[in-house]
């Protein structure tokens, strides 16, 4: 059986594992050889000619620093202006802290979408990412995950609360949406969140099954208008815009000190805003 299949059944079967302590690996695809540059460089430059200024590097903290370093600084050669934002939900701080701390990335992805509010394992997260890149960035929701978040309470809600009518559950599902944002751009130096999102759409990992994508380009069509119920483009505007009021999150870094759920629905939370420039 090949190493590298590409099997739908099998996880990850399609990557391969790059040995870069090999010489003959670093120059293929980072230094290049006989006139030409390596590999890698040759995609970033690709993207850059198709007008592309930013990258998300998938499980970042699984390469080496030095070949981060190398393919940030060939890329910001190019355009200064280049953002990089490495993905380390599951990476350990140890692996952050050496391969991604000097590298030149931006941001590191922060986990929001699984803190339950009261683990201190978010706070630590915030704190590392801070020390290898200038912040972290919240997440409202992740592709890594079977459903989105309205799916996911909307179905929860139908399950636990047989007849409730259809209202209310679109108000509830708009409410713990836009909380999870508020909280993932709050708590982060920046946020980002799933293509569509703000329309609430139904499924996050439909690439396998195609009726299912066809279900979801049908619903974002249809909730395009923001007067849509399920259009919460308001909201996310609306915390968008106080975000704005309390800093501006191109020139400052914000440190979660402190965190407590004070009940009835209330969150305390102690941070620190930071100046780049110190």
């Known amino acids: 059986k090949p190493v590298v299949d590409g099997s739908l059944e099998q996880e990850w079967s399609d990557v391969a594992k790059i040995n870069y302590e090999s010489p003959a690996a670093l120059n293929c695809f980072i230094k290049g050889e006989n006139g030409k540059p390596g590999l890698w460089k040759e995609v970033i430059d690709w993207f850059l000619d198709s007008g592309f200024d930013g990258f998300r590097c998938d499980a970042a903290y699984k390469i080496p620093q030095k070949v981060w370093k190398e393919l940030i600084d060939h890329t910001r050669a190019r355009n200064p202006d280049a953002v990089y934002i490495a993905e380390t939900l599951g990476g350990s701080w140890d692996d952050m802290e050496k391969n991604i701390a000097g590298s030149g990335f931006d941001l590191c992805t922060q986990g929001t979408y699984y803190w339950d509010i009261e683990d201190d394992w978010y706070r630590q997260e915030a704190l590392t990412a801070l020390k290898v890149a200038r912040g972290g960035m919240g997440m409202a929701e992740t592709h890594d995950v079977p459903d989105s978040v309205a799916a996911g309470i909307s179905r929860l809600l139908r399950d636990q609360f047989n007849g409730m009518a259809e209202t209310k559950i679109r108000q509830a599902v708009e409410a713990v949406c ?4 508020a909280l993932s751009a709050l708590l982060g130096s920046a946020v980002s969140m799933e293509y569509g999102f703000e329309r609430q759409l139904g499924v996050a990992s ?3 099954e195609p009726e299912l994508f066809a279900q979801r380009r ?4 249809e909730r395009q208008d923001p007067s849509h119920p399920m259009n919460i483009s308001a909201g996310i505007r609306s915390v968008n815009e106080y975000i704005e009021q309390i800093t501006d999150r191109n020139d ?3 440190r979660l000190d402190k965190i407590e759920c ?3 629905g209330v969150i305390r939370y102690d941070c620190t805003v930071t100046n780049h420039d110190g």
């Not at 049908?218 to 069509?221: M, P």
């Open 206 to 208: 439909v690439f396998r």
């Open 178 to 181: 836009l909380r999870d944002y």
């Open 218 to 221: 049908k619903d974002a069509a």
């Open 262 to 264: 004070l009940g009835n």
């Open 252 to 254: 400052t870094a914000v």
